[in-house]
């Protein structure tokens, strides 16, 4: 059954570095990962995307392996307000042909 | 700045009602998708669209259907609402294997 894993939540204090890692093993071979954000009562939001090695923006960075079959965002000195549910997407192959995948999602809470 | 609008961010029906949302982009996107989120288990892909008038199934397709009458814009039509409907509706549009823009959500509730 093809699915994707991530840590169901994550604890943190402000100013530390926060990786969420999520598993795909069945990632389709031409299929970028994408992660989002989302608050309560809004509609998840784009962080990154990459399809391998490694990609940063302003945001955020994320890392991809060589078999990416996983992939970890990296949340640089996280503050109060990047508390929220992190989801990555792929796109992956299973024994009916390609569907795409959310992770069921990782609530990050920051503290003070 | 690229932009998702859903016609209700809440919504209560009552069981067997025909229940319309809808949702339009301004990103001239071909494709456009519309998912349910649970608590529990995350955001769920009931149909989506990669052209005007054409749709696919995603994964909970069973008591949804869709229609694409225009690029901008694609209906999630509940044909009898049941209580198990009950849920948050979200619209999104963008490419395939990159990245989708999601609109603010629906918030139905069937009693």
């Known amino acids: 059954l093809a699915k994707t894993t991530q840590p169901i939540s994550m604890d943190s204090y402000e100013g530390q570095e926060v990786n969420i890692t999520c598993s795909h093993n069945?990632?389709?071979?031409?299929?970028?990962i994408t992660w989002y954000q989302q608050f309560p009562s809004q509609g998840p939001r784009f962080i990154i995307q990459?399809?391998?090695t490694k990609v940063t923006n302003e945001v955020a960075s994320l890392f991809i392996p060589a078999d990416r079959k996983s992939s970890t965002l990296s949340l640089p000195r996280v503050s109060l307000s990047d508390t929220a549910v992190y989801y990555c997407?792929?796109?992956?192959?299973?024994?009916?042909?390609?569907?795409?995948?959310f992770g069921q999602g990782t609530e990050l809470s920051v503290k003070p | 700045d690229v932009k998702v609008t859903q016609s209700s961010r809440y919504l209560v029906k009552r069981t067997g009602e025909k229940v319309f949302l809808e949702c339009v982009q301004d990103?001239?996107?071909?494709?456009m998708f519309w998912y349910r989120q649970d608590p529990g288990l995350g955001l769920r892909l009931i149909y989506f669209?990669?052209?005007?008038?054409?749709?696919e199934k995603g994964d909970i397709p069973e008591g949804y259907s869709v229609s694409r009458e225009k690029k901008e814009r694609f209906s999630l039509i509940l044909e009898s609402a049941s209580t198990n409907q009950t849920s948050m509706y979200l619209c999104?549009?963008?490419?395939?294997?990159?990245?989708?823009?999601f609109g603010p959500g629906t918030r139905l509730l069937v009693l």
């Open positions: 999104a549009s963008g490419a395939w294997r990159e990245t989708q823009y």
């Open positions: 669209s990669y052209d005007v008038k054409m749709k």
């Open positions: 069945n990632i389709a071979t031409n299929d970028y």
């Open positions: 997407l792929v796109g992956v192959r299973d024994n009916q042909g390609g569907k795409l995948i």
């Open positions: 990103m001239d996107h071909e494709n």
């Open positions: 990459g399809y391998k």
